[in-house]
């Protein structure tokens, strides 16, 4: 798929192409291209890291916000109406999905207890590295941050419930962190520091898109008598893939 790509471009056969002359790409097959720098590397397994960093962390969080919305029925109604006000002022916007903030809070609150992995900003040590506390880190040792401060009551209290309004009321309290888009150290679905995910307003905001639409397009409901169970494996945690809705389109829907 991509060597046509190479090759309309001219990437590989920088002998033939006048230097300057090359055409510029805004993506990530030209930022790849540049980071190599004639070194050699695999295009097609970057291409699908990038995938499953962007595309895969997406999906799990609606499908998961979905699930918890559905779990809390009462919610529905209250997130319906949100997102039309919010529409009506300002159309499917930024500024209107800015306003979408019960809905923010939701999404935030699933991530917490879903972070999508029990470890996070894993990393290898490239030199011996000693920490403030003395303790040495050995060259090779493969550490992580694990993300239990998500579940810790001294942070968020009653941990385990899901509590749609956590961060909206954190919010209202000037909590500069709330934002499903901002992170900190007792939230790092995102990640923190250097590395933090560059996708996540772009993901934030699709993700909101989506459930708002969802919402207000169809009735969606769990079957009686089923609870989704989040699957852990390994380091991931993932929606539980047996999980089914009913939905039905609105009746004033088209
Ligand atoms: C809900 C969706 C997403 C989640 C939970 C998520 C999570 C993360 C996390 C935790 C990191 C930091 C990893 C670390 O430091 O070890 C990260 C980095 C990154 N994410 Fe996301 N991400 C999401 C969506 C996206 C999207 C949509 C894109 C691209 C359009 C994206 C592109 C990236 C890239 C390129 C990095 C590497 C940044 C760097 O190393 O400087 N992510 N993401």
């Known amino acids: ?53 962007a595309m895969h962390t997406t999906s799990e969080l609606l499908k998961q916000s979905l699930l918890d919305i559905c779990m809390h029925p009462d919610l529905i109604p209250v997130l319906r109406d949100e997102a039309n006000k ?30 999508g992995l029990l470890v996070n900003l894993e990393r290898k040590a490239l030199r011996d590295v000693i ?40 919010r209202k309290s000037g909590n500069t962190a709330a934002a499903l888009a901002s992170t900190s150290p007792e939230h790092i679905a995102f990640g923190i520091g250097k590395s933090i995910c560059p996708g996540r307003f772009f993901a934030s905001n699709e993700v909101k898109i989506a459930l708002a639409k969802i919402l207000l397009t169809y009735d969606v409901r769990i079957p009686e008598g089923v609870t989704p169970k989040i699957v852990e ?12 809705l009913e939905v039905r389109m609105r009746k004033d829907e088209k």
């Open 1 to 53: 798929m991509l060597q046509p790509i190479f090759d309309r471009r001219g990437y590989g056969q920088s002998q033939s192409i006048e230097p300057g002359k090359m055409e510029k790409f805004e993506d990530t097959i030209q930022w790849l291209e540049e980071t190599a720098a004639g070194r050699p590397y695999d295009a097609a397994a970057s291409q699908i890291g990038f995938a499953i960093s």
């Open 86 to 115: 919010a529409i009506e002022e300002s159309g499917w916007t930024t500024a209107g999905v800015f306003k979408m903030q019960l809905l923010d809070s939701a999404v935030k609150e699933t991530q917490r207890l879903k972070p």
């Open 131 to 170: 920490l403030p506390n003395g303790l040495t880190i050995p060259r090779g040792t493969n550490v992580a941050v694990d993300s239990s401060m998500m579940w810790d009551p001294a942070i968020y209290p009653d941990p385990s419930s899901y509590d749609a309004y956590r961060f909206l009321r954190l």
């Open 233 to 244: 494996m390994g380091f991931e945690m993932l929606c539980d893939p047996d999980a089914k």
